[in-house]
């Protein structure tokens, strides 16, 4: 059986959408996302777009603005539903591994 689309999250989705709980652009999501991982994790402008494209139409975030080619989004209910699954998911595995291990 397929695997759902967003079922999980890949390191960079879930970052992206963290920083879509306020308004943002594409460099400004490049930018924070290096931020808050030390730059652990980086988004190259390809895979920025094209998964912003990919959460816009799965309605997960919604364009806000449009100033020539720089656009902002946000956050819907629906992306935050599922940034919070994953957050639980990944809470869980942390559970798991220190139930075994610690």
């Known amino acids: 059986m397929p695997r759902l689309k967003f079922q999980t999250l890949t390191e960079q989705m879930f970052y992206i959408l963290l920083c879509l709980k306020e308004e943002?652009?594409?460099i400004d999501i490049m930018d924070k996302v290096s931020q808050m991982t030390q730059g652990r994790v980086k988004v190259g402008s390809g895979t920025l777009y094209n998964l912003l494209e990919q959460f816009l139409d799965s309605?997960?975030?919604c364009e806000t603005k449009s100033e020539g080619r720089r656009r902002s989004y946000v956050l819907t209910q629906k992306g935050r539903e599922i940034l919070d699954?994953?957050?639980?998911?990944?809470c869980t595995q942390a559970e798991d591994y220190r139930k075994l291990f610690m």
């Open 24 to 26: 943002c652009c594409g």
């Open 59 to 61: 309605d997960m975030i």
């Open 85 to 90: 699954s994953e957050y639980k998911r990944l």
